[in-house]
């Protein structure tokens, strides 16, 4: 984009378009009212043609109603039309480019790159100028000297000028690097490369002594090389050597200054040029231990013969203790050779759900808030499956990240990004995983890819294929598809689906040939509408006709007739859409021996799970009199209470769905138990199982698009269901002998996700053991409330979990502190996928880029990984929730309210108690009724208020542990209404006010405080009162309060100018009562003595309905204008240092463009000191009277 005060010049996906600013701002303010308006007259219009329908009959009534009619007809036209004219005045002109990246402006021309070329246009009517091609993809542009600079993805850079020359073409040799020549240094590097075996990804120089050891290592590996350097001397010798050899910020970097600044965990290996070369490391051994990648990072040191002993144990002690990790240590060949291990209380994420349990959680400790960035980059979205297939999530185990995306696999290093290798393989894909379950598992050391009728066996660090794996198959058997698959210690489990209609991609294949769109002829029928609509839109299958069908699903969504895409809203029976295998089987990994097969009918590939050395699925094999006696079972349940209701008995039997749960010992296969149950209403079509603690949890795949289906009324839909999801079910079976544990309808939107004793079932959580709902003690009410958390933004994808988090799209990454309680928080500018891509393990957050397809402007179409950031403090900013509590009004009475003003975002503090915001923060972005969410409560403060806010991260004050309650604040305030109570009632509270000094300067904050009208604190002067670097807290004891607490911050000398308010501008406004309904014209003159002291002084006034700009004016000279808010308000101005004279002064308030707004605007005051004269940081109200007040 590119702007001008007039114009902005934008680029869109269809082409370049000039936006006249004005209109476009115009339109933005007037169009959805009119929009609204206009919605409210075709309701209108409907309303009246059903009238006049019935109306047939009564000649009198109808030509009524008619001409009534014709009005409300003529009058939606009228405001179509407005809106119409309003949207045709943005465009000001328009010119089609595919594929247009960079846009610049210089005089009166254009500049414009794409693939393949660049463009200049006229900026007056978007006429093409000139064309002309380049090699690649315009990233950049410049303009300078009569000349466009353009550079490309592929390198180069391009420069047009006026005239053309004979010879455009400069190249410039960069000097290579030469290999170190000093004997030590070479054999010291190679024995290292040997014994350690790495040859790529990233290498610290712990101690340079002259840069021949980089150089090596450049030219012999594929490694990044980091140098650290505190000497100045040094670090400039080292920087030019490096920058003579053409290294420098290719292959090698030089830092100036300590190891703290280093990222963590990012050498894949350490080595020191000096102790090579003999000399003692003299480095912080606690760094070089925090930047080791953990999983097989190594450290080097050696010559270390002539190193004290002492020194030796000193450097292993330091690294073991600050490793956090398994490690092993070395002393051989006069070197220290020191690996680092996986990380202690690391998780690891091996299939589609973490585990074989299906949990679709880790036990992962170490992610945890506060998170933070560790690194971001490839792969991006070129490789990856369309966002909406839902497709295989991630691996990360080890320390590597495993990603498939459309027929391709790679390996990245989970700890800095490094690729490990990327192979295409056909067939390696697998999308609607909700319904068919994924294709790809991993250990510590292999990958297993389900290509086709086999598995292929991978080495998890390059990527070579080391064995086949086939479904089983007898001669004469139909070939199978690989569907299942997970590996369990030695074992590789597998299952034979049924083949898919078609492969991925089939669309593609069908349509294009040789570069071409096929003729019509020879495309296949089912495939020729789509054949036709292309050929409209595409004259060739280029890279923009491959990005629509990356858009619009087209490489997926023709290979298979799956289950809906969308959530249920009533149970669903069995049909012939669920994704089945007709066997299960087992394969010894290690020898490649088949170890068992066992064979059914309708076997669901997500109903197997792996559980206590058994192996758990579903078969639809049951004959009537198993249905009879699984039906008669649930009867009986009902009776004892373990089986819960909801109106899935009232369905007919063809629409119930009865089910076999099977039980197999995983080393042999033999059947240990089976049982037929009613399942309905546990899933249908989307039915999974999972495992955890002895317990076979049934449940459903769903993911309800947003909160629509959860907020539908209790309205039976025409099947005579009720159109809602309270009969959701959750069934739990005893792993061991498969009775009944329980049966529950639980009201979840999505699929669920299970942390030790706890199912997390959206928007609550239940307790694995009796299903119960979990409750928490309400903040502010002291009351039990169910415990909630909230996905308020657009998403489609489930829950991943640890210990201490939640994590799922809501628009963006969503992140809810379990431990903590603390709230939702959210990581913008990317977009996490439609099933389960936010996955925790290896002690990282690791985001894979799922935005493929996605017309949304995320602004990060990266991966993403995110680590614990201890240096960010105790906790994060969140928005804590409560929906449950806030839709019915339970915030009150009061028993321990903490608000803290001016902050972002709600903190919970070490002692539990939650610190709300306030100004409350704006959370407007949200589905439906998810719109606003977080507690809301207003504190109707009187007032010029305005709220100050800084870093609080390093800043301490004396007197607190809570350094973020007091690093911002509100100002200007004057009188603050804290409901605590419901009317009438009365109660007896403990105060606290804390304050602190936002900005230098004593005597800048004076004023006085009162609660309840009585005079707490007289001519407070902040600054004196807390100091520099310190906190004030003042606690008030026995606080009567009856319904509301009255808090007053109350400069003195306060000078009443003008009590009146006015109504300005043109139209009658019946209900301003409080000024006049009769406006007073457009300009208000207030003229005042002024006979007070001398010093500075500010100037309030009360406004509402301000929708442009008004000037403030005194004595003829502007000192600000009226915010443009609707809202009544009260504005405050700073008025310049001389401008308030003894005597008369005169005020006036008008309009500083063409307005036709109509204002309320009066109430003047005079005001000693600046704008912002009072300040206060935090408030605490807790309870005295009440035995659910939290202790002072």
């Known amino acids: 984009m590119v702007l001008t005060k007039e114009v902005a010049y934008i680029v869109t996906q269809k082409g370049i378009y000039a936006i006249d600013r004005s209109a476009n701002a115009e339109a933005a303010k007037k169009v959805p ?26 000649a009198d009534e109808a030509t009524k109603i008619t001409a009534e009619l014709a009005k409300a007809t003529t009058d939606h036209a009228a405001v179509v039309s407005q809106i119409a004219k ?66 490309t993805d592929l390198g180069a850079i391009q420069c047009f000028g006026p005239q053309a020359v004979a010879n455009g073409r400069l190249e410039k040799k960069l000097p290579t690097a030469k290999p170190a020549n000093d004997p030590d240094v070479v054999a010291a590097a190679k024995a290292v490369l040997v014994q350690t075996k790495i040859d790529r990804g990233w290498c610290l120089i712990a101690g340079a002594r002259d840069g021949r050891l980089a150089e090596f290592l450049a030219a012999n590996t594929q490694l990044k090389i980091v140098l650290v350097e505190a ?14 050899t053409a290294l420098l910020g290719r292959r090698v970097w030089v830092m100036r200054g300590g190891y703290e600044n280093l990222p963590d965990y990012f050498a894949n290996l350490i080595v020191s040029e000096r102790a090579m070369l003999g000399d003692e490391l003299n480095v912080p051994v606690d760094q070089l231990a925090r930047v080791l990648r953990p999983a097989g990072g190594q450290l080097v040191l050696g010559s270390i013969r002539d190193w004290p ?113 990327k192979r295409k393989i056909r067939g390696a894909v697998r999308v609607r995983v909700d319904v068919d379950g994924s294709n790809i598992t991993a250990n510590d050391d292999s990958v297993f890819v389900a290509v086709g009728d086999h598995v292929l066996h991978l080495d998890a660090q390059t990527g070579e294929t080391l064995r086949k794996f086939p479904v089983p198959r007898k001669e004469g058997d139909k070939a199978l598809r690989w569907g299942y698959i997970a590996i369990e210690g030695d074992i590789l489990l597998g299952s034979g689906a049924s083949d898919l209609d078609r492969e991925y991609g089939y669309l593609w294949n069908v349509l294009t040939k040789d570069g071409e769109w096929v003729a019509e002829k020879d495309c296949p029928k089912d495939a020729l509408s789509d054949l036709k609509k292309l050929k409209g839109l595409f004259a060739k299958p280029d890279d923009r006709a491959w990005d629509h069908f990356q858009r619009y699903d087209m490489h997926w969504k023709k290979i298979n007739t799956f289950p809906g895409w969308l959530p249920d809203h009533k149970p669903s029976p069995v049909n012939d859409k669920i994704m089945t295998s007709e066997k299960v089987f087992a ?5 490649g021996k088949l170890l068992w097969e066992h064979e059914g009918k309708g076997i669901p590939n997500i109903s197997l799970v792996v559980g206590n050395d058994s192996v758990f699925f579903l078969k639809d094999d049951l004959n009537d009199e198993e249905k009879a006696r699984a039906k008669g079972r649930t009867a009986n349940n009902i009776l004892s209470k373990t089986y819960e209701p909801e109106r899935e008995q009232k369905l007919k039997e063809s629409e119930k769905d009865y089910r076999r749960v099977v039980c197999l010992d995983l080393k042999t296969g033999e059947k240990t138990w089976d049982r037929p149950y009613d399942l309905t209403g546990s899933g249908g079509t989307k039915l999974g199982l999972a495992y955890q603690d002895g317990r076979v949890l049934a449940f459903g795949h769903y993911s309800n698009h947003d909160e629509a289906a959860f907020n539908k009324k209790e309205d039976k839909n025409k099947d005579g269901f009720p159109d809602n999801l309270a009969w959701r079910r959750i069934t739990v079976i005893d792993a061991g002998g498969g009775s009944l544990m329980w049966s529950r309808p639980l009201d979840y939107r999505r699929r669920p996700t299970i942390v030790d004793n706890t199912i997390y079932i959206e928007p609550r959580r239940a307790d694995l053991k009796t299903g119960d709902i979990q409750t928490r003690k309400h903040p502010i009410t002291g009351k039990s409330v169910e415990w909630e958390f909230l996905r308020p933004g657009h998403s489609c994808g489930i829950v991943t979990a640890t210990p201490h988090n939640l994590f799922f799209r809501s628009f963006s990454g969503a992140i809810v502190n379990t431990e903590q309680d603390s709230g939702l928080q959210l990581f913008g500018g990317m977009r996490p996928g439609c099933w389960n891509s936010m996955i925790p393990a290896n002690g990282l957050l690791s985001m894979q ?40 009004a339970i915030h009150l009475p009061v028993s321990h309210m903490a608000i803290n003003f001016g902050a972002p975002g709600d903190m919970r503090a070490k002692d539990k108690t939650v610190w709300f915001a306030y100004p409350r923060p704006k959370t407007p972005v949200g589905q439906g009724n998810f719109k606003n969410y977080g507690l809301k409560f207003d504190l109707n403060e009187v007032g010029a208020t305005d709220v100050v806010q800084r870093d609080w991260r390093g800043v301490k004050f004396a007197g607190t542990d809570k350094p973020w309650l007091y690093t911002s604040a509100l100002t200007g305030a004057t009188k603050l209404t804290v409901p605590l109570l419901e009317k009438g009632d009365k109660g007896r509270f403990t105060v606290r006010l804390g304050f602190a000094l936002p900005m230098a300067g004593a005597g800048n904050n004076v004023f006085d405080v009162k609660l309840q009208g009585k005079t707490e604190l007289g001519k407070l002067d902040v600054a004196k009162a807390a100091g520099e670097g310190a906190v004030m807290i003042h606690e008030a004891r026995g606080v009567e309060v009856e319904g509301n607490l009255i808090v007053e911050l109350t400069p003195p000398g ?31 003159r207030v003229p005042f003595n002024f006979n007070g002291k001398g010093g500075a002084y500010s100037l309030a006034l009360t406004q509402e309905h301000i929708h442009n700009a008004w000037s403030v004016m005194l004595n003829g000279r502007e000192i600000g204008r009226l915010r443009e808010t609707v809202a009544r308000e009260v504005s405050r101005y700073n008025i310049p240092k001389g401008l308030l004279k003894q005597g ?20 003047v005051q005079l005001l000693p000191g600046h704008a912002a004269s009072t300040v206060i940081q935090s408030l605490e109200i807790i309870r005295e009277d009440n035995k659910t007040a939290a202790k002072p």
Not at 33 to 58: F, S, T, V, W
Not at 856 to 861: A, D, E
Request: hydrophobic share 40%; proline share 3%.
């Open 33 to 58: 009212g009119l929009e609204k308006q206009a919605a409210a007259l075709k309701k209108n219009i409907d309303a009246i043609r059903k009238r006049l329908r019935e109306a047939a009959g009564n």
């Open 86 to 151: 309003l949207r045709a005045r943005i465009e000001k002109w328009g010119r089609p480019f595919a594929n247009v990246g960079p846009i610049v402006r210089a005089g009166d021309t254009i500049f414009a790159g794409g693939k393949g070329f660049v463009i200049a246009l006229s900026e007056a009517d978007g006429t093409v100028l000139m064309e002309r091609q380049i090699e690649g993809h315009a990233v950049s542009m410049a303009v300078a000297d009569d000349r466009l600079f353009v550079s």
């Open 231 to 244: 000497d100045a001397e040094r670090y400039a010798a080292l920087h030019a050597r490096m920058m003579a």
């Open 309 to 421: 002993l002492v020194s030796v144990q000193k450097i292993i002690n330091g690294l073991k203790a600050n490793a956090h990790a398994q490690t092993t240590v070395q002393l051989a060949n006069e070197r220290l050779h020191f690996t680092r291990g996986k990380l202690k209380d690391a998780g690891e994420w091996s299939g589609l759900y973490g585990n074989t349990a299906n949990t679709s959680s880790t036990t992962d400790k170490l992610v945890k808030g506060p998170l933070g960035v560790l690194w971001y980059g490839e792969p991006g979205s070129e490789d990856m499956v369309g966002r909406h297939a839902r497709a295989a999530s991630p691996l990360a185990i080890n320390g590597r990240l495993i990603m498939q995306g459309a027929e391709v696999v790679m390996g990245y290093d989970a700890y800095n990004g490094t690729m490990l290798w």
């Open 587 to 591: 394969y010894n990994v290690k020898t």
């Open 849 to 888: 880029e799922a935005s493929a397809g996605c017309t949304c402007s995320y602004s990060l179409r990266t991966t993403v990984v995110l680590k614990h950031k201890p240096q960010k403090g105790h906790a994060e900013w969140a928005v804590f929730i409560s929906e449950q509590a806030k839709k019915k």
């Open 1054 to 1084: 306060v000078i009443d100018v003008h009590p009146k308010l006015h109504h300005l501008g043109n139209d009658v406004v019946a209900g301003w009562t409080d000024s006049s309904p009769k406006p007073e014209g457009f300009v208000l």
């Open 1144 to 1163: 008369a002064n005169e005020l006036v308030v008008q309009r500083a463009e063409d307005s036709k707004d109509d204002i309320q605007v009066g109430k």
